[in-house]
């Protein structure tokens, strides 16, 4: 009978796990790579790795933590811990103890965990990031989709969640809230998010809130919902976005009191799987976390480029006819080119996949197709990550522009001139 069941086990994760490609950020990234090893000019639009380089005090601790060899404790280091929940705190006025922190090898993976612990629906709005859905599939989890609108700026709305919730009251759900949005940059407003809470906390709704780029704010203005539904929302965050330390997976998990049944539960599967999250970057992370003005300073001259840049880049897309709303955070847009529809059709070009595919081959520009977002396959969106940059070269570039001017012109001609170049292609390719 134990043999029975473990073959029966087997064959189902073998039929959740069948037919998942590699996610799809990575795939154009390692694609954009060979293709310009083949001596192909390629624009890397795909990827969203942030372009600034980690702030110095933090790869300063991570030097000075690298004889750090031990086995730290599987929910993680407590100063870090201590230090999240300071953070989050200072950042947003809501109270959270060290232990309400969970530390693992990047929000990804605890964003499995999560799922493979919870029994409920996963309820995700499009366009979302391309792997809630992969993973919820890999576990076996129902997903239910909730389409946005671009005339909301690719955001959900309280009717929506409302809409979802009173077919099935009663049904256990995790619904993921992810701003600044990655992949359209927009973010919600304080009265939105209200609205939002008020719906989920009348159906007990888990939110996952998504807010791995929060500090990328353009305006450094971010706003956790937790502030409005503090007892049922998990927080999502790490170094990777904001502090330019994707390569260093670390991801932070904060819960309210009411959820410490699912952190108690992550963490031991976390014992059995991962075990612990690297010691040098646990300590490294303190210091990331606890701020200061060098920081501060940091945070400030990134948001600057990427609002400059963003807006710009956007604008471009805009006067060729091209939707897209204007990014509040992050490193993000969202085009929506169905006014070239009837020509896109004419070249044979009917599906978002296709039309990133013929960009990439004629143009060299390589963004990822809306349908890898949870968006129709034949609605012609795609997401474009604006990162081809040298990000340590404009940071010190904007240090010498007095903090009251925009950057534009010639500082994005000099500091980012591949991003414009790439923008252009595009409108050059849609009007050809």
Not at 307 to 316: F, I, M, V
Not at 385 to 399: I, K, M, N, P, S
Request: hydrophobic content about 35%.
């Amino acid at each position: 009978m134990a043999n029975n069941k473990t073959n029966k086990m087997q064959i189902n994760l073998n039929l959740n796990v069948r037919g998942i490609p590699q996610s799809a950020t990575l795939r154009i990234n390692e694609q954009s790579e060979e293709l310009k090893k083949q001596g192909r000019q390629i624009y890397k639009l795909g990827l969203g790795q942030s372009p600034f380089p980690v702030p110095e005090p933090v790869v300063e601790e991570l030097r000075a933590n690298a004889y750090q060899k031990d086995y730290l404790p599987v929910k993680g280091l407590k100063r870090l811990r201590e230090a999240i929940a300071d953070y989050h705190q200072r950042r947003q006025g809501v109270s959270y103890s060290w232990e309400d922190v969970l530390i693992g090898p990047g929000s990804k993976e605890l964003m499995f965990l999560l799922q493979f612990v919870y029994y409920g629906d996963l309820v995700i709005p499009t366009p979302s990031w391309v792997s809630y859905a992969p993973q919820a599939h890999i576990i076996g989890r129902h997903v239910r989709w909730l389409s946005t609108q671009v005339e909301n700026n690719w955001k959900l709305t309280p009717s929506e969640l409302y809409n979802i919730c009173k077919e099935d009251p009663e049904r256990p759900r995790i619904v993921i809230l992810n701003y600044p949005s990655n992949p359209s940059g927009c973010t919600y407003i304080v009265d939105e998010l209200k609205e939002l809470a008020k719906v989920a906390r009348k159906y007990q709704v888990i939110l996952l809130s998504d807010e791995i780029y929060g500090e990328l704010h353009h305006r450094g203005q971010h706003v956790s919902i937790s502030r409005f539904y503090p007892e049922g929302t998990i927080i999502s965050g790490g170094l990777s976005k904001w502090c330019g330390a994707g390569g260093w997976r670390l991801g932070a998990f904060i819960f309210p009191n009411s959820l410490r049944w699912l952190l108690d539960s992550m963490s031991s599967v976390a014992s059995e799987t991962f075990t612990s999250t690297s010691a040098p970057i646990q300590y490294a992370a303190v210091r990331a976390f606890k701020g200061g003005i060098e920081i501060e300073r940091y945070l400030w001259q990134s948001r600057r480029i990427l609002r400059n840049l963003g807006k710009e880049l956007a604008n471009k897309l805009t006067s060729a006819g091209v939707k897209v709303p204007m990014p509040e955070g992050g490193f993000y847009l969202f085009p929506d080119f169905s006014f070239y529809k009837d020509k896109l059709n004419a070249k044979g070009i009917k599906t978002s996949n296709e039309l990133c595919s013929n960009l990439l081959n004629e143009t060299g520009v390589a963004i990822l197709p809306g349908s890898d977002f949870g968006r129709p396959a034949d609605e012609l969106t795609a997401r474009l990550a604006y990162v081809d940059f040298d990000g340590a070269r404009a940071l010190a570039a904007a240090e010498q522009i007095p903090s009251d001017k925009n950057l534009n012109g010639q500082f994005l001609e000099t500091s980012c001139g591949r991003l414009l170049e790439a923008v252009n292609k595009i409108c050059d390719w849609l009007n050809d």
